[in-house]
């Protein structure tokens, strides 16, 4: 039995896409770029969370101690870009929520590249993140972020690590 669009509509309800940003010392410009997708449910109804884990072969299936779910969340960049987008774009969500997926393969496919790695593409990616998730939110804004990579003594590069 193939399920992949009964995936589909289950994390069009429980599901999310994210791009969070983390500032940090050891990447680029003062911030570390995280995508993730994750699904969540009771841990009495989990079944499809394990299904997922072993459909994709990644991921991680952890307890949410934040309302008490058990969380499916996969945040390897690889795996984005190789399993999660390709399911997701084969078989499309019916809500809004679709246009965080195309926002957030864009996304993926930038950092692929290592755009991440230079103003320019941060910035994009930035932008296209703040785009996703309209009722969600952050710690930080789109707007601060992106000050602090034009602030000339606010840019932080760590040669070793620019990722």
């Known amino acids: 039995m193939d399920i ?37 449910q009771n841990q009495d109804r989990a079944q499809l969370l394990y299904i997922l884990r072993d459909r994709w072969k990644c991921g991680t299936i952890r307890p949410d101690r934040s309302d008490k779910t058990i969380k499916f969340e996969v945040r390897a960049l690889l795996d984005l870009n190789e399993k999660v987008v390709p399911h997701f774009l084969r078989y499309p969500l019916i809500s809004k929520k679709q246009e965080d997926v195309v926002l957030f393969s864009e996304i993926c496919s930038l950092m692929k590249v290592k755009q991440h790695r230079n103003l320019q593409g941060l910035s994009q990616i930035v932008n296209l993140a703040m785009r996703m ?31």
């Open 4 to 40: 992949s669009s009964y995936i589909s509509g289950f994390v069009d309800g429980e599901g999310c896409f994210c791009v969070s940003f983390q500032p940090s010392k050891r990447h680029c410009f003062g911030w570390e770029v995280r995508p993730s997708f994750s699904v969540s």
């Open 133 to 163: 998730n309209s009722t969600g939110k952050r710690k930080y804004t789109g707007s601060e972020i992106l000050t602090s990579l034009h602030a000339d003594e606010g840019i932080v590069y760590a040669t070793g690590n620019c990722g």
